[in-house]
């Protein structure tokens, strides 16, 4: 099992800023890919954005130039830099974590952290 946990969501104006932070931990080995979805009240999840253990990235169109995915390999650590927030950026994020085992790939989610973009 992987377990994951995020942290750093939580109120800023439109055009602030905001990192979020995901850790796993446990048999968190062979994970090939680390990614963020968020889901708005209503709607229904969508990927955010991924980055695969080679380091390539993937980005919906609506975040492309405002947010970044990194990943800190030695801390099995995924961060999520979000700039020039908007009010349609509200919405409640998720870690997703996708791990091979042999044959077999596995995905696991975080307990999710708000981020609500407001004046």
């Known amino acids: 099992q992987v377990h994951l946990v995020e942290s750093g969501g939580g109120l800023v104006q439109p055009g602030g800023s905001l990192r979020l932070s995901c850790a796993a931990s446990g048999s968190s080995f062979n994970i090939i890919t680390m990614a963020w979805y968020r889901q708005a009240p209503g709607k229904q999840r969508e990927l955010v954005t991924s980055i695969t253990s080679g380091g390539t990235t993937n980005y919906a169109d609506s975040v492309k130039g405002r947010f970044t995915i990194s990943r800190a390999y030695d801390k099995n650590t995924v961060y999520l830099q979000m700039n020039s927030l908007k009010p349609e950026d509200t919405a409640v994020y998720y870690c997703?974590?996708?791990?091979?085992?042999?044959?077999?790939?596995?995905?696991?989610w975080g307990q999710g952290t708000q981020v609500t973009v407001s004046s």
């Open positions: 997703n974590a996708a791990q091979l085992r042999g044959t077999t790939l596995s995905s696991f």
